[in-house]
């Protein structure tokens, strides 16, 4: 049976400052990308949101970023590869001194905002990221959108020989390359087209382009925005699709379960 | 043969501001608390003096402080149990993080500042930060400045089955309780007065009182100062006392070493 | 006639955090108390909030707080009275700067959080920052919870003769002696109680307290918290309680409106 | 009689972190440029540097940076022009808060680091910088190393009928474009140098280029790095220069030392 992973941004609170609707969303994914201080969460928040993923049986990972809170991680950040190498150990160090108080150990790690942007293209800071990564864990996974191919990210995780889930964002629309376009704002997502996207990527494995192309894409992992305002509704919905086809829901990172990824040739 | 242990806080410099003479420190001392960037220290300054100490075999630990960067920790803060706690955990684990990057493993936690101040008399806090520690590390110790008995968090260390390593301060009073009386402004340290404490405390277990007293210490570790004028030439005087009288300069930790601990009774 | 001012916080988001409802509390209120990016609120906030402000007539006031934005300035916090005195003087210029750029000039002064419970009793912190409010305004305002007498920032006002406006609190509760009784959570006010207490207020100057008793208010300005969950509402059923008795609402600072103010000894 | 300005970088101290010399450099310079928070800089230390500045009769101008204290605003950060408006504003409005405490007006805004960079070349930035300086100040000068032509930063402030100051720096190369060659460390200026480019400047009206040619500038300010070395002596020698010369040491800014500007068409 093929199987797909749920994963969404949570613990991106700050102090006083709620964001998002982590009690609702949590019940309906697999994996939580947690926010570690830098550009949002803060202590009590990522202890709080480990204790709501280990009641709901949610794997965990790290959601690091650059310095910037009062940017949420979004501005780019002319950090030096020493500084970035420091950063994610520390960020990701940080959530294995709260996952280690739960029991839990890491599931993966995401690079957020900004940092994503400036992975995509540079090798020296990708390098610094993995070898953080592959410092702080035994077996670390890295989420990352699909198409993965020419990533330099992508290319440096699979030179240090860690396996990079693909993603697939169904509220967000495919350039021709595959890149994300990315909103300025983020409005409701429309159930229909995201149903859509979802089907095609299922029984086809692409996804269609704001051109009038297609994609293709190998993705193990569903990318939900927590922050949408029918985020609930949206996951629900979408979980009934991959019922239908006959999909199970499952965190990734079992071998198993990525021997059936679709997009991939096995 | 007995043994002695030395501490200084390292890594208290933060970004561009440097603070402290570690690298000409390091040589003469077997035990460095590195401040988490919560009240000093940021994660490349971690990085940085944690290959510091591996390259001279000085064990590290955690020098936890509360968020206050602009008063370096030393303000009392009104946190929860639930803040500490979370504060606590963030930062031991950060640490271990970057620890991790080098194959080394935490020795011990020392809490910093307003923080050692408040834990010297709120169980629920100390109740708190012990949950954290225990969490974190296999067989952690703790550092704190002795006469133990009495103190807030020793008692909730003692409960958790945590052996607190006693410390003995050669450039501060003490009262006639054995509380430490802390200075305003640091200038240089007497090497006579300082000698003269050693030698006492080594020879009969004893700290002379401003008032002309004398208590008894139970004390494995030696605390040095690194912000001091003369803190390398000190800790050279002091470590040469220590030759002199046939004691071993060691980290602490190894169950023989604290088998013959001044001032405990056995 | 007889006036009162009605006073809300605002502009307490941060960077990409959302708080309160400013833009539809806006209209309802005569005077904003403005985050000034200690405790709450950034520089685009604050731009952001007074030009609101601008658009609807509003005063604007500035709304110190202790440095701590983690704990939204709810966590006392050991300040010397040197630190104080800069923390205001910065936080207020702070917002003056920000006002400049509209034409606007500062119209008050409201400490908040922790700070504003330190200045109850401090009378040394209470100097310290008196002497930065009468540095940088030419006819500063200060608001504070009446019952005034006994609080030792209000004695400070007073001996540099800076005029105190009085505030009463329609969603609290009054102990015996006249403090405001703080709630943990912030549920939604019952309408009926606060147009109770409201009336009692403007026709005997007395509010009734936990106990039975009642204490008279010298208040100029009825204070709403901006946050709570039926804010809007509260304060247009406010104003209607306002219209019936005749009383009009603007902002305080006018000496004509001074002179009829409630519940003082002209 | 011709006159010439001394600015250096001031108060770049943090919290409990010390930078750079203060004390001893102020009496030798005419003009400081005081960190306001974002990058160094804390509004204690603003406070002491003021009360500084004005015991040695030293104008205070405003030296905003990124909000990046841990990369102390040496880093690019991709704000928008709204964000640097709200910062700008913010940061100058904050020192002229403290300056109101002393009595004293804001002298002239000189960007610091990155910020400086960025606006080498960025015209809407520029013009978002601007547009903050010329809301907070009456008549505002601006510092800016010279060759001042072709830069976006001095065409807004030209546009905006801002007069810029031009400065020359002694320590640092000069490309052939006029473009200064930072240096990665600071290591002690050479005296002998140092006078040599100030002689020449004074006499000629031009520095030499790294590449053996030379360009013309239009300084009316010698900048001073506080934090070399050597800097206290350097200043003394430069001053020296200035004397033998018959140049007056004193504040840019008065139309009649405007109008004998070395380097400058009148």
Redesign the interface.
């Known amino acids: 049976m093929e199987t797909m992973d749920i994963n969404a941004d949570l613990g991106e ?7 998002g609707n982590d009690e609702q969303l949590i019940p309906e994914i697999t994996t939580a990308n947690v926010a570690c ?1 830098f550009h ?1 969460g ?3 928040t ?2 709080r949101t480990v204790a709501l993923a280990q009641e709901h049986g949610v794997a965990v990972g790290a959601h690091p970023g650059l ?6 991680g ?6 030096s590869p ?2 970035l ?3 994610v ?10 996952l ?2 739960r029991g839990m150990s890491l599931h993966h790690v995401k690079p957020h905002g ?1 940092l994503y942007a400036m992975l995509r293209t540079s090798e020296e800071l990708s390098e610094a990221v993995l ?2 990564i592959t ?2 864990g035994p077996e670390p996974l890295i989420y990352w959108p699909a198409p993965l191919d020419g990533q330099a990210f992508v290319g440096a995780a699979r030179r240090a020989g860690v396996h990079v889930v693909g993603e697939i964002y169904v509220d967000l629309d495919y350039a021709e390359d595959g890149a994300l376009v990315l909103q300025r704002t983020k409005g409701p997502t429309g159930l229909d087209r995201a149903i859509a996207r979802l089907r095609r990527f299922l029984e086809q494995g692409t996804v269609d382009t704001v051109g009038g192309g297609s994609v293709p894409l190998e993705a193990e992992s569903l990318c939900i925005h927590g922050d949408g305002p029918n985020a609930v509704e949206l996951v629900r919905t979408l979980r009934g699709v991959l019922g239908d086809l006959d999909v199970a829901i499952r965190t990734a990172g079992a071998p198993a379960a990525r021997g059936t990824v679709r997009g991939r040739t096995a």
């Open positions: 609170s700050f102090g006083n400052w709620r964001l201080g949002g803060d202590p009590v990522m202890v310095p910037d809170l009062l940017g949420f979004r501005r780019v950040l002319s950090v020493e500084d190498h420091a950063y150990l520390y960020q990701v160090g940080s959530l294995q001194g709260v280690a108080a900004a070898e953080a410092a702080v």
